[in-house]
């Protein structure tokens, strides 16, 4: 049998939108939906640059 584990951390999602609000919005309702307790500290536009190296298609 399965042994219970809580994993706790700081965690970064990149969600696509038309301002810093709906994207704040799109976060939370993803966390919502799977029952992740969570707050929400900060929402800022990733540059073109960042953009291309770090985007991770799932």
Known sequence: MDKLYRVMGIFSLE???ED???AR???HRILRVDEIEHNIIN???VSSDERKCSRVQM
């Open 15 to 17: 969600v696509e939108g």
């Open 20 to 22: 810093f609000r709906e």
């Open 25 to 27: 919005e799109k976060v």
């Open 43 to 45: 929402v800022e536009e």
